[in-house]
């Protein structure tokens, strides 16, 4: 696997931490999870993981995180700035022993900046962005694709994306170096082509009533007879002709014309909702109009496309997207389990020490592995 022997630290915080720590262990690093419990239901990214708890506030418990890291090559860390610092764990500290760690900090606003010590979620980062003002129907209010686009994408995918920089530098220069990821910072730039597009003519409008954000009727979702929906992507000619052969619409439809955008809207819903979504998917098979369901989050592994290649895998009781993107000779995998290699051995933490350390209440060990 391409990051095989790659050793990552993750300090446990919310959601965008453990994805990008699992980004790195499906390719093949090996990542463990520095936790304040033992039990951690909310982190469902864990798998594939080694886990320990530290208490951080404890002296002993710093230094031994500090040993962890002199023999790590990534350390990941969620915390507001300057947390890492007081716990005697910042980058100058570790660096003493290891100037070759990757110090990654997933943070919403930065290390600096008037907001860098402020909360926030995906929400408040998106609308910081800027990207948030983007989205929504017309006299409608901006709304949040949930919090895929700050925490995931302008967060743990992005910040994978500067790990991995890192790591090709340090073979050029062997030093480390800090991954400054910003959620806010991330989110703007996987929208950079929605920044510097705005001179095309697709643009111009106000929210809402742009191509693509929904003011256009070629360009959207229908309801489907059966209570679900289809997917409408006609932008160019070729395809908008196709759609209106197959959905008998006039000939005379315009596709940019301003007075057809009502007559469009109209027709459409009237089609969609004539016919049933297994109706609709069978008269655009092998059709070229870019109409195709709205497959649900349920069901999508049973899609014949996902499942010829087998874009999601079975994970204990439920399904999970494989690693993407797909590398020919060393491809992610998606991993269960984890190498049960005491990580103490790799810092020659003595059996009496360690337990030392668990009756000072300094280190808490998982009870389904020995660490």
């Not at 109706?279 to 989050?297: G, I, N, R």
Request: proline share 5%; glycine share 8%.
């Amino acid at each position: 696997m391409p990051l095989k022997g790659v050793k990552v630290l993750e300090f446990v915080g919310l959601a965008p931490g453990p994805l990008c720590g699992k980004i790195l262990s499906d390719f093949g690093a090996h990542v463990t999870r520095i936790d304040k419990v033992v039990e951690n239901s909310f982190d469902v990214l864990h798998n594939g993981k080694r886990s320990v708890a530290v208490n951080l506030k404890m002296a002993a418990g710093q230094k031994l995180v500090q040993r962890l890291a002199a023999k790590h090559d990534v350390l990941i860390e969620p915390f507001r700035p300057g947390v890492m610092e007081k716990l005697n764990l910042g980058p100058a500290q570790l660096w003493a022993d290891n100037p070759r760690l990757i110090y990654a900090r997933l943070t919403g606003f930065g290390q600096e900046g008037r907001l860098a010590q402020r909360a926030g979620h995906d929400i408040n980062y998106a609308a910081i962005s800027g990207v948030l003002s983007m989205l929504g129907r017309h006299q409608e209010k901006p709304t949040a694709p949930i919090n895929l686009l700050a925490d995931f994408a302008g967060g743990s995918v992005l910040c994978a994306l500067g790990i991995c920089l890192a790591l090709l530098e340090r073979h050029h220069s062997g030093r480390g170096q800090i991954v400054d990821a910003a959620m806010v910072d991330g989110t703007a730039y996987v929208a950079s082509w929605l920044f510097m597009s705005r001179g095309l003519s697709i643009w111009g409008k106000e929210r809402g009533k742009n191509v693509l954000d929904g003011g256009a009727y070629f360009y959207d979702t229908y309801e489907t007879k059966d209570g679900k929906y289809m997917s409408v992507g006609a932008l160019e000619p070729q395809f908008f002709e196709v759609l209106k052969q197959r959905l008998n619409l006039p000939e005379e439809l315009s596709q940019y014309g301003p007075e057809d955008q009502a007559l469009g809207k109209k027709l459409l819903t009237e089609a969609f909702l004539a016919k049933t979504q297994e109706e609709l998917s069978e008269l655009f098979e092998d059709f070229d109009a870019c109409v195709y369901p709205v497959v649900d989050w349920q069901d999508v592994m049973k899609h014949d496309h996902n499942a010829e290649r087998q874009a999601f895998d079975r994970f204990g009781d439920t399904w999970a997207p494989r690693p993407a993107p797909r590398l020919s000779r060393t491809p992610g995998k998606l991993r269960s389990t984890c190498q049960q290699q005491s990580i103490f051995e790799e810092i020659d933490l003595k059996p009496a020490e360690m337990q030392k350390l668990v009756a000072d209440g300094v280190l808490i060990l998982p009870s389904e592995a020995k660490l």
